[in-house]
């Protein structure tokens, strides 16, 4: 009963940065900086892109390669063209420390710094790649 508690409220939060997060990259983009130029818009795919690829936090494409379907080792998976709501799931159980199988140690470490909505970015980039 808890965990599908657990699952429906994560299911909730889930639904709820779709709505949001296109909202809030929409706002970002209609910024100013300071001297009045206009600052250019990211989307959640390029959010995703550039947390996906930054080598100073998670390290993603180290071991799963740029797409996700490049892993260095036949032990790490592939992740590309996965589903996003299975990416998101999974990343949260990691950074959460719920998911105890396979490689999970190193998935904890590299989850920690990320954020909800960042993990919603990069679970949206990962399934937007071309599945092995």
């Known amino acids: ?7 429906s409220l ?16 929409q ?13 250019p818009q990211i989307t959640m ?6 947390l996906y690829i930054n080598p100073g936090r998670g390290g993603c494409t180290q071991c799963h390669g740029e797409a ?7 032990l790490y998976p592939k992740i590309g063209g996965q589903s996003e709501i299975y990416l998101y799931n999974q ?6 420390k719920r998911r105890k199988n396979g490689l ?3 998935m904890e470490v590299a989850m920690e710094p990320f954020s909800d909505d960042e993990i919603k970015a990069m679970a949206h980039y990962l399934a937007a790649q071309t599945a092995f």
Do not use: C, H, W
């Open 104 to 106: 999970f140690f190193p």
């Open 68 to 74: 996700g379907n490049a892993p260095v080792m036949p």
């Open 10 to 25: 994560r299911l909730s939060a889930y639904l709820g940065l779709t709505l949001i997060l296109p909202v809030q990259a």
């Open 1 to 7: 009963m808890k965990q599908t508690t657990i699952r």
């Open 91 to 96: 990343l949260i159980d990691y950074r959460e």
């Open 45 to 50: 795919l390029q959010l995703g892109e550039n």
């Open 27 to 39: 706002a970002q983009a209609n910024e100013t900086s300071p001297n009045g130029e206009s600052t």
